[in-house]
């Protein structure tokens, strides 16, 4: 299996600031990389796909960048609705494993 | 708009088989264009695969359960089923059923396009 190991678990940040989250896969998956925000008692919701590419509606204050093992999600100057947890997920090989969140949290 | 919702008991025993339906509207299971999957968070934790169903009837399961997991399709009610057996505390959690879109858009990628909202299922005595 790929393990994906997302860094920090959590953040504190002020609106407005801009925030990098941190995921590494245990071998290379190309571009196989997507993000997802999930809020409390929801189900996740697609932000970024194929590592870099935004999906309908997603603002573009957030991107994603990265290829092979090391990846990472962007927020530029968050506002209060992006205090939410990421996951990233790989969708190279079966079984998909997704990493094990990251939590932003309001300062 | 396609949505996907989750059913099934919030209470299972141990050791008994855990079964959830997810009922998807606004578009087919019977497409080829899609991978009907059960996807599984822990309380507090992160997402487990748990594994999906084609629209030929194939699945894939994550090895870790692959023992005691088995998945059906109900085309004629636009369903499809997941069945955990033997199940143990370690088994709670919230159960979503997902799509994943194969070659999402441009990206000839497979993406967990939608989601259901989830089924918090326990398991305890």
């Known amino acids: 299996d790929i393990q994906m190991t997302q860094s920090p678990s959590s953040l504190s940040a002020s609106a407005g600031d801009s925030v990098t989250i941190t995921c590494r896969a245990s071998?290379?998956?190309?571009?196989?990389l997507h993000w997802f925000q999930q809020k409390p008692g929801k189900a996740p919701k697609l932000l970024i796909y194929a590592t870099s590419t935004l999906q309908s509606g997603v603002p573009s204050r957030f991107s994603g960048s990265g290829s092979g093992t090391d990846f990472t999600l962007s927020i530029s100057s968050l506002q209060p609705e992006d205090f939410a947890s990421y996951f990233c997920?790989?969708?190279?090989?079966?079984?998909?494993?997704f990493g094990q969140g990251t939590k932003v949290e309001i300062k | 708009q396609v949505q996907l919702q989750e059913s099934g008991p919030g209470l299972v025993k141990p050791p008994e088989t855990l079964s959830l339906t997810c009922t998807v509207s606004g578009g087919s299971v019977n497409s080829a264009s899609y991978y009907w999957s059960w996807i599984r968070q822990p309380p507090g934790k992160g997402l487990e695969w748990i594994g999906y169903i084609y629209y030929s009837g194939s699945t894939n399961y994550n090895p870790s359960l692959k023992s005691r997991v088995s998945m059906s399709l109900d085309t004629s009610k636009n369903q499809f089923s997941l069945k955990l057996t033997s199940v143990t505390p370690a088994d709670t959690a919230v159960y979503f059923c997902?799509?994943?879109?194969?070659?999402?858009?441009?990206?000839?990628?497979?993406?967990?396009?939608?989601w259901g909202q989830g089924t918090k299922v326990t398991v305890s005595s």
């Open positions: 997920q790989q969708s190279f090989s079966i079984p998909r494993t």
């Open positions: 997902a799509r994943e879109h194969l070659f999402y858009s441009e990206s000839s990628q497979d993406v967990f396009d939608i």
């Open positions: 071998q290379s998956i190309g571009r196989y």
